[in-house]
């Protein structure tokens, strides 16, 4: 499986941004397919993920501001698609953003999208 993330980008604080994270090959596999970060000089954290059934989490810091959805695969529960919502973006949401599919026991990671905030 290979994931393509996108949208990233420099935004004020109270602005809003647009992740899209795309993927490709054995998707039929996917169980869940999520956004994590990273920031400088601290640890990846989740953001928030979502099933093949459309089951959410996320993390403390962002509920109330940010909205995981998904595509499926036609006329199935196959996640090909995920997006992340991020408004009412603050300076501590600055960090690079990865995109992780999960299947059979592995993860699977997109490369990272920056997304600065500014102050």
């Known amino acids: 499986v290979q994931l393509q993330a996108s949208g990233g980008g420099l935004v004020q604080s109270g602005g809003s941004l647009r992740l899209s994270c795309a993927a490709s090959?054995?998707?039929?596999?996917?169980?869940?397919m999520g956004w994590y970060r990273q920031a400088p000089g601290k640890q990846r954290e989740l953001v928030a993920d979502i099933t093949s059934t459309g089951s959410t989490n996320y993390a403390d810091s962002v509920k109330g501001r940010f909205t995981i959805s998904r595509d499926k695969a036609k006329n199935t529960v196959t996640l090909k698609s995920v997006y992340l919502q991020m408004n009412s973006l603050q300076s501590e949401d600055t960090a690079v953003y990865y995109c992780k599919a999960f299947i059979a026991g592995l993860d699977y990671w997109g490369q990272g999208t920056l997304v600065t905030v500014s102050s």
């Open positions: 090959g054995s998707i039929f596999a996917i169980v869940s």
